[in-house]
Nanobody, 124 residues
Framework: QVQLVESGGGLVQAGGSLRLSCVAS????????MGWFRQAPGKEREFVAA????????EYTDSVKGRFTISRVNAKNTVYLQMNSLKPEDTAVYYC?????????????????WGQGTQVTVSS
């Protein structure tokens, strides 16, 4: 079992930046692949980025490539999502997810553990 807590969300103007953090507790963090998802009002939860548990390979959805960066620091039990050049369409609740597997899944069913989410609002 692992518990996930996100932070770092907020209100930012278009073109601005935010860094989301997700702290894990409960099991050895390094054994988990990690992902970030987001859910806008009235829409399904969608994949944003993922990082594997061994070689730190990353994957991104096309709409955030070149703007967002996922990273992890195992010593801090933390995964980050650096978000630059934010757009109003990035507005959503952002969720951190974990799975005891190599990782890089793009579906919600690929992950076993979820945080409570953090709101990101980008104004135009």
């Amino acid at each position: 079992q692992v518990q996930l807590v996100e932070s770092g969300g907020g209100l930012v103007q278009a073109g601005g930046s935010l860094r989301l953090s997700c702290v894990a507790s409960g099991r050895t963090f390094s054994r988990y692949a990690m992902g970030w998802f987001r859910q806008a009002p009235g829409k399904e939860r969608e994949f944003v980025a993922a990082i594997s548990r061994v070689d730190y390979t990353t994957e991104y959805t096309d709409s955030v490539k070149g703007r967002f960066t996922i990273s992890r620091v195992n010593a801090k039990n933390t995964v980050y999502l650096q978000m630059n050049s934010l757009k109003p369409e990035d507005t959503a609740v952002y969720y951190c997810a974990a799975v005891d597997d190599y990782g890089l899944g793009r579906s919600t069913v690929s992950y076993d553990y979820w945080g409570q989410g953090t709101q990101v609002t980008v104004s135009s």
